[in-house]
């Protein structure tokens, strides 16, 4: 019993030792210079994590160390995923993500 206890002692421990590292973004509108988009999603793939961001299009999630990929959406907006996200001890800032408005399309036929 004593042993089982020392073992759950060291892993609760180490699990004390695991941060999470701060990964920072922004997402902007392509359609309107580049403005910031407010409340769009951001979901790490794979796992139930995502956050919105700011009024100023600013965002920020916490991750243990890992290789991640984000995809970054907004209603009426093109997806974007940013593959290859290594975290690692130190504050990640990503590169700035645009997304663009999905132009609509509209076949037309004409009546003869």
Request: glycine share 8%; aromatic share 8%; proline share 3%.
């Amino acid at each position: 019993m004593r042993k089982v206890i020392i073992i759950i002692g060291l892993i609760a421990f180490n699990m004390g030792f695991a941060q999470d590292i701060n990964i920072q973004g922004h997402v902007a509108d392509g359609d309107a210079q580049e403005a910031p988009l407010a409340f769009a999603r951001v979901q790490v793939k794979g796992l139930d994590i995502s956050t919105e961001t700011a009024l100023d299009g600013s965002f920020e999630l916490a991750l243990l160390q890992g290789n991640y990929t984000f995809i970054i959406d907004f209603i009426g907006y093109k997806s974007v995923e940013v593959n290859g996200v290594v975290v690692t001890n130190d504050k990640i800032i990503l590169q700035p993500v645009v997304l663009h408005s999905l132009k609509p399309t509209y076949d037309l036929v004409l009546a003869e």
